[in-house]
């Protein structure tokens, strides 16, 4: 079993639409939780940073962390053709090693 | 926000050769750097990562000997492949950890654009 888990996709959304990504992880020591975006051929972008439990939010993006269930989560509002790239979660336990899990990365396609 | 660059961004060469990719932090220190590795249509693996002034570590199943990094100053790490194979062919990604003080958050690393290595 991966210690991150993100289905892979390809999902598909019409322009406008809420997207919601996700993982799961099974390591409990995660207290770092990060959403990158990468676009094709290019290096990821970092999109959220959340430490811990809790709800964050910055502009059209909410990220989600449920520490009790492993699982977190990433949401697009009114999402954009420019939104389409593949999501990367990542996680990182606490520590000094920086040493990030990447999951798998979702494909989002915002069709207009 | 802070930039990291690389170059170059992409490089082809012969079999054998060697190839030497460098990862710059442009507007902070970065005292931790970090080497990906990223198949397509697959996540990033990392290979290793590197301390200024200190060897690297590396994962499980990468080999040192055949990617060499280099972290000599607080802005520069180079990753160099050694005899580079067709099976090495990939992209090639770096990200940097700042001081304190750098970023919002002392853990937050900071990628590249990506080198993609292929071998002919």
Same mark, same amino acid.
């Given at each position: 079993q991966k210690e991150v888990e993100q289905d892979p996709g390809p999902l598909s959304v019409p322009e406008g639409a809420i997207v919601s990504l996700n993982c799961t992880y099974s390591n409990s020591a995660f207290q770092y939780f990060m959403w990158y975006r990468q676009y /094709?051929?290019?290096g990821p972008e970092l999109l959220m940073y959340t430490y811990s439990s809790g709800n964050k939010e910055d502009g059209r993006f909410t990220a989600q962390v449920d520490k009790s269930s492993k699982y977190i989560s990433l949401f697009i509002r009114d /999402?954009?053709?420019s939104d389409s790239a593949t999501y990367l979660c990542a996680m990182m336990s606490s520590g000094n090693t920086g040493k990030l899990i990447f999951g798998q990365g979702t494909t989002l396609q915002v069709k207009p | 926000g802070a930039v990291v660059s690389q170059h170059p961004s992409?490089?082809?060469c012969k079999s054998g050769t060697s190839v030497k990719i460098e990862c710059r932090s442009l507007d902070f220190q970065a005292t931790?750097?970090?080497?990906?590795r990223q198949f397509p249509k697959q996540s990033l693996m990392l290979m290793a990562t590197s301390n200024e002034g200190s060897k690297a570590t590396y994962e499980q199943g990468v080999e040192k000997d055949k990617f060499?990094?280099?972290h000599a100053s607080l802005t520069l790490s180079t990753l160099t492949v050694t005899s580079a194979h067709p099976e090495d062919s990939s992209f090639y990604i770096c990200s940097a950890r700042g001081l304190g003080g750098?970023?919002?958050h002392y853990n937050e690393?900071?990628?590249?654009?990506?080198?993609r290595l292929t071998v002919l």
């Open positions: /094709s051929r290019k /999402s954009q053709p | 992409w490089v082809i931790t750097m970090f080497w990906y060499l990094i280099n750098t970023s919002g690393q900071f990628f590249g654009p990506g080198t």
